[in-house]
């Protein structure tokens, strides 16, 4: 990872037009180098990254890059390294003169410390926010202190992206007097494999169930479903991988299903990638959602899903083309849809084709880095790129 902090730097004109973008992310570490790769073929871009998000993440050395752009990572932490790395990152945004800073709305302190210090300087913030409202059970979680940052972070935004129309409803329910632009921006792919790698064949009758284990993401759902599967007589394998309360919960039960395979630790970047592609289809039964990284490395890896018809999950997931929708909460729908899945070569096949297509094209970085151009162009009074 240290390698990337040495990234060319010669692109950079001090006297050229090209917009200065500067991205700042403690978290969301890959979302943030696809974006960064995507606008880079546009715009001079320094991204600013956690060492221990990037590290736990998708290998970001293994992501194509058509033109470099700069990368600093920095040790951010509220810990003995963040007395240095925090200062030193908030310089790196500064140094770079951007025209725009481009942020993700997390509740923590980083973000809303840099954002006090942007301010004085007049540059134009940009705020992805990925849950405009708390999830309903764990998650994203909520506090009087969070609340806060949220509202300043917000209040010092010119411009709000959010993932798709129901996320933008969302946000202006929860943030009625933000006076800016809102700006519906997708998801894009997450964990797409390197071109170099061989491609992995799904196991027959594969259910992937994969992320943090939170009550919203509905794993007691899942088993429900799995369990009339199994009761019916569908052959059919479940993998739940991921960590979090929810597998501690439900674990002495899972380990009772015989066709359920647990995996409740730290899962290599590697590994996420095998577990994607060795699966026949994804589930998604989500109680409530706004978008989903799993729903995104889904479609990264080219596996239909089926999931939840519950926030902007539908803005992605066209029922019948690259997955099947089931109400949310409902464990019977959620059997029926899998075992059309799992029972039909044929059905599985055009889902499969359809998760390929809407990778390459409503999820694809480049076409996402391009509809944010237009908002970066007005904050900085530029008409030529």
């Known amino acids: 990872m240290d390698a990337l902090m040495n990234s060319p730097t010669t692109a950079f004109n001090r006297n050229s037009r090209r917009l200065r973008v500067a991205i700042y992310a403690p978290h969301f570490a890959e979302y943030s180098y696809r974006l960064a790769s995507g606008l880079a073929r546009h715009c001079d871009v320094r991204l600013v990254l956690n060492r221990k998000d990037a ?5 970001l050395a293994d992501i194509a890059v058509t033109t470099p752009f700069n990368t600093r990572i920095r040790d951010l932490s509220l810990r003995r390294a963040g007395a240095i790395g925090i200062p030193a990152s908030f310089m790196d945004i500064i140094s770079f003169r951007p025209d725009v800073v481009h942020c993700h709305e997390v509740p923590e302190v980083y973000t809303s410390k840099l954002i006090q210090f942007l301010r004085p300087l007049g540059i134009p913030l940009v705020l992805t926010v990925h849950d405009a409202i708390p999830h309903s059970e764990g998650g994203s979680g909520t506090s009087p202190r969070e609340d806060g940052w949220r509202a300043r972070m917000r209040a010092a935004a010119s411009v709000v992206t959010t993932h798709g129309e129901s996320c933008i409803a969302d946000f202006r329910h929860a943030s009625p007097d933000f006076n800016g632009e809102i700006v519906s921006s997708m998801h894009g792919v997450l ?3 390197p071109t170099r790698a061989a491609a992995i064949e799904p196991e027959s009758a594969r259910i992937l169930f994969f ?3 939170w009550a919203y993401k509905g794993l007691d759902i899942f088993i429900d479903a799995i369990d009339l599967l199994d009761r019916r007589g569908v052959a059919h394998e479940a993998i739940v991988a991921g960590r979090g309360p929810e597998m501690t919960r439900l674990g002495a039960r899972m380990e009772a299903m015989p066709t359920v395979k647990t995996i409740d630790a730290y899962i290599s970047p590697e590994d996420t990638g095998q577990l994607f592609q060795s699966a026949t289809v994804v589930a998604l039964p989500y109680k409530d959602a706004t978008q989903s990284g799993v729903l995104a490395s889904a479609y990264g890896n ?5 999931a939840s018809a519950t926030g902007g999950i539908p ?4 029922d019948g083309v690259n997955g099947l929708l089931v109400p949310p909460g409902n464990a019977a729908a959620l059997a029926d849809a899998l075992e059309r899945v799992l029972t039909s070569k044929s059905l599985t096949a055009t889902l499969t084709d359809g998760a390929r297509q809407t990778a390459a094209g409503q999820l694809n970085w480049d076409r996402i880095a391009d509809g944010l151009l237009p908002s970066y162009r007005k904050l900085a009074g530029r008409t030529v790129s």
């Not at 590290?55 to 290998?59: C, D, G, I, M, V």
């Not at 080219?302 to 089926?306: A, E, F, K, M, T």
């Not at 803005?315 to 066209?318: A, E, G, L």
């Open 302 to 306: 080219s596996r239909p899903v089926v």
């Open 55 to 59: 590290n736990q993440q998708w290998e």
């Open 315 to 318: 803005d992605v997931v066209t």
């Open 211 to 213: 992320g943090r284990m």
């Open 191 to 193: 964990m797409v494999p």
